[in-house]
């Protein structure tokens, strides 16, 4: 074959040729834009979700010791203080701090003055997850709404961290996450190459790989960042508790101490031992769950009381009698359960047991049995110093209106019994 039929079939080949280069380069480019579209939007939404947790992890129970349904039940300025690390460094855009009544959703507090007492009705997305009990990630609407936002929707997610304050008003803390479009924008810069043929793709596609590893860097140092953050923020607390428990109990127990050394039946000390073990109360709430409904109590206590039991002790929790009587509360509920976990970590921490047996029956009264088969102790003895946890229980116990017994022999284990009167 030559001349012009020959020419007409190279023709053909190359026409061919490029038809089919063509059709896997659309099909390649098609498959890689619409793949890179959808890791982009998977990534940029586990990024918000994971920075969101972390942020929760940080400030989220601070914040549950206010009442935000009342103006004086929090401090503004409080607030805005713990979530400024976050804001100030970037890791958050914008706050805005929900609490739900009914159908409901008011803004409480914002980094921006302005949008609070804000109001809205939770019919529409993205509002209409809040007070749910999950953490859910959205893009950033269009809308009135979400004004302040609207320069920067496209490189930020919202995320809405629920929880419930100290007077159990629904909250949510709405979190405008910064995240990174270079995934899309990639894509639309190196379109044209791509559509130039597979013989070119893997060049085309080096930019987009450069780009992947330039954002897996600033993920990690954006993780490490973060998590620099969020141990400052739980290492402030520490000190504060340790603060107050330095300026407050432990100074008044060492001045009862001294009055009691010259005259133990001084009624001062009497009052400051007292003062002492009330504050000390307090402490201990701010240490515990602070959350537990009376419904939850039968599910939840061998959960809670596992975690302060060594594995090299036994457990053996067992619940009985009606799961949810009426006049049982949520007051009794936490008070049983601080108690029944005070007692087993009373047990393991100076009984030496080899097993921990607890007993509730759910009734009226609410009768708790804890009993270890440890080396025991004389009750009539005075506890050794530092030993006050028993007293602790028996005084919050006491001012709800029961009581705790304990019986104990040396080397014979011990038994404690709460009862609390329902009514």
Aim: overall charge neutral; charged content about 25%.
């Amino acid at each position: 074959m030559s001349g012009a039929p020959a020419r007409a079939a190279r023709r053909r080949a190359l026409l061919r040729h490029a038809a089919l280069t063509g059709l896997a380069a659309a099909v390649v480019t098609a498959g890689s834009t619409a793949g890179a579209w959808r890791t982009g939007q998977q990534q940029t939404g586990r990024d918000a979700t994971q920075v969101s947790k972390t942020v929760a992890d940080a400030v989220i129970t601070s914040l549950a010791e206010y009442d935000f349904a009342r103006p004086a039940g929090y401090d503004r300025t409080a607030v805005l203080d713990r979530l400024d690390p976050f804001l100030r460094s970037g890791t958050l855009y914008r706050v805005k701090l929900w609490i739900v009544d009914g159908d409901l959703a008011r803004i409480v507090v914002s980094d921006v003055p302005g949008l609070e007492g804000t109001t809205r009705i939770r019919d529409t997305e993205p509002l209409r997850s809040i007070g749910s009990g999950g953490l859910g990630s959205h893009d950033v609407p269009d809308d009135g709404e979400h004004r302040y936002e609207a320069a920067h929707r496209r490189g930020l997610r919202e995320a809405f961290l629920d929880f419930r304050d100290a007077a159990g008003n629904s909250m949510s803390l709405e979190a405008y996450v910064p995240v990174s479009p270079q995934t899309l924008t990639a894509v639309a810069t190196q379109l044209p190459p791509l559509l130039a043929g597979v013989l070119g793709l893997g060049l085309a596609t080096l930019p987009l790989s450069l780009a992947a590893a330039r954002r897996a860097r600033q993920r990690a140092e954006r993780d490490a960042a973060l998590a620099t953050l969020a141990m400052t923020a739980a290492e402030r607390e520490r000190r504060e508790l340790a603060q107050r428990l330095h300026d407050g109990p432990i100074q008044q127990l060492a001045a009862a101490n001294v009055v009691l050394s010259v005259d133990p039946a001084a009624p001062l000390a009497r009052t400051i031992v007292r003062d002492s073990i009330r504050d000390l109360r307090t402490l201990t709430d701010d240490i515990l769950p602070q959350t537990l409904s009376a419904a939850e109590l039968a599910s939840r206590l061998p959960a809670l009381l596992r975690a302060a039991v060594p594995d090299a002790v036994a457990l053996d929790v067992r619940v009985t009698g009606d799961e949810r009587p009426p006049d049982l509360t949520d007051g009794h509920a936490l008070l049983i359960a601080r108690s029944a976990r005070e007692l087993v970590r009373n047990a393991v921490r100076h009984g030496r047991p080899g097993t921990v047996t607890v007993a509730l029956t759910i009734a009226d009264p609410l009768r708790l049995t804890v009993h270890d088969d440890g080396v025991g102790f004389d009750p009539r003895q005075p506890p050794a110093p530092g030993h006050f946890g028993l007293a602790l229980i028996a005084q919050a116990v006491a001012d709800a209106g029961g009581n705790l017994d304990v019986r104990s022999r040396p080397n014979a284990g011990c038994t404690a019994t709460v009862q609390l009167p329902l009514g």
